[in-house]
């Protein structure tokens, strides 16, 4: 169990950390309001752009608290709690402005494994 446990901490991890650093600026479809990028996307959200940064920090290091989490183990449960938080607010975010399920898919697919870790 405890490589199952892992390998999620991995995909949730360097899954995060693909979007807030390498897809940052790039237009996907699954950003919401069909944004082009995150700042634009947080604006389709009604939130002020300064939170794009602050919600950045938070997700990028609870990304690498749950990577470090392979070998701290002590870091994985806050993590994986934090991370669970911030996708139901994602996913509450996509649910305001009406996405589709697509959209919606990624944030409710992270709440799913986060959940997963803290259960394993």
């Not at 892992?6 to 069909?34: C, D, H, M, P």
Request: with cysteine; charged share 15%.
């Amino acid at each position: 169990m405890e490589t199952v446990k892992i390998a999620l901490q991995i995909i949730v991890g360097l899954g995060i950390l693909n979007v807030w650093l390498l897809r940052f600026n790039k237009k996907t479809s699954y950003r919401g309001a069909e944004a082009s990028n995150m700042k634009a996307e947080f604006k389709a959200y009604g939130l002020p752009e300064a939170l794009v940064y602050l919600v950045g920090f938070i997700k990028i290091t609870l990304a690498l608290m749950l990577l470090a989490g392979i070998w701290f183990k002590s870091l994985v449960n806050p993590a994986a709690i934090g991370m669970a938080a911030m996708m139901l607010g994602a996913i509450v975010m996509h649910l305001k402005i009406k996405d589709n399920f697509k959209q919606i898919m990624p944030a409710l697919s992270l709440l799913i494994i986060c959940l997963a870790i803290i259960w394993l």
